[in-house]
C-alpha cells in the first residue's frame, strides 16, 4: 500500500488568502486523493486525481500532480473561515488496496 | 451522506473487558474498513473486508478481531481492551470505480466512535 505524507503540518492563514498543502509518495500510483476532516468528524472526500491527469479543479479547490517528483498539491483559493479543518491525502497504486492516509496538515483560517 | 452509522458512538469501558464496535452500511459497498486516529499518528488500519467473511490485516491489528458476516455489517472487536486502545474508531466503505490501472475506489466514512479504556 501507499502513504501520502502531508506539508506543512499546520497553516494558518486570513481569510481570502490561498492556502497550498503539499503531498509527497514514494512509489507509482494509479490515483491520488484528497479527503477532508472537520474537528469531531469523519473523513470526507473532496477530489481525485487519476495519474494520467495534471490537474482537477473543483470549484475553489485545484489539485495537481507531478508523478515525476511523486508529489501532489492541495491549492484552496479566497479560503474562508469554514475552511478550517485537517486534510489528508492518500495514493493508491490499486484500486482494490486500502489506502493509507498520513497524519494530515491541519488549516486554520481565521476571519 | 453515505449510508454508514456506527454504533456505539460513544463509549467507556474498564481495561479488560470486551468491546465490539458495529459498522453498518446501506450502500452495498464491497469493501469496509476500519481506521483508528489518535494524536500525532494520524489515521491508521487496523483491519479491513474484501467481501463476506473476507477480511485482511492492517497496520495496527494486533489486540483486535473482526467479523463480517453480511454485507452491510462489519464488527470489530477488542477481546481485552486496553488502555493504548483508547482511541476514536472509524469504520469506511468503498467500492471499485472503473476497471484496470485507473480504477479510483473514494472511500466513504462514518462519523467515528469515540473508546475511552480505563
Known amino acids: 500500500s501507499q502513504q501520502g505524507e502531508e506539508d506543512p503540518q499546520a497553516l494558518s492563514i486570513q481569510e481570502g488568502e490561498n492556502a497550498t498543502m503539499n503531498c509527497s509518495y514514494k512509489t507509482s500510483i494509479n490515483n491520488l486523493q484528497w479527503y477532508r476532516q472537520n474537528s469531531g468528524r469523519g473523513l470526507v472526500h473532496l477530489i481525485l486525481i487519476r495519474s494520467n491527469e495534471r490537474e482537477k479543479h473543483s470549484g475553489r479547490l485545484r489539485v495537481t500532480l507531478d508523478t515525476s517528483k511523486k508529489s501532489s498539491s492541495l491549492l484552496i483559493t479566497a479560503s474562508r473561515a469554514a475552511d478550517t479543518a485537517s486534510y489528508f491525502c492518500a495514493a493508491s497504486n490499486s484500486g482494490n488496496t486500502p489506502l493509507v492516509f498520513g497524519k494530515g496538515t491541519r488549516l486554520s483560517v481565521i476571519a | 451522506d453515505a449510508g454508514i452509522t456506527q454504533s456505539p458512538r460513544h463509549k467507556v469501558t474498564e481495561t479488560g473487558t470486551p468491546v465490539t464496535l458495529r459498522c453498518h452500511q446501506t450502500?452495498?459497498?464491497?469493501?469496509m474498513y476500519w481506521y483508528r486516529q489518535d494524536p500525532g499518528h494520524g489515521l491508521r488500519l487496523i483491519h479491513y473486508?474484501?467481501?463476506?467473511?473476507?477480511?485482511d490485516k492492517g497496520e495496527v491489528s494486533d489486540g483486535y478481531s473482526v467479523s463480517r458476516s453480511k454485507t452491510e455489517d462489519f464488527l470489530l472487536t477488542l477481546e481485552s481492551a486496553t488502555s493504548s486502545q483508547t482511541s476514536v474508531y472509524f469504520c469506511a466503505i468503498s467500492d471499485l470505480a472503473g476497471q484496470g490501472p485507473l480504477s479510483g475506489n473514494t472511500i466513504y466514512f462514518g462519523e467515528g466512535s469515540w473508546l475511552t479504556v480505563v
Open positions: 450502500e452495498n459497498h464491497r469493501y
Open positions: 473486508s474484501y467481501g463476506v467473511k473476507d477480511t
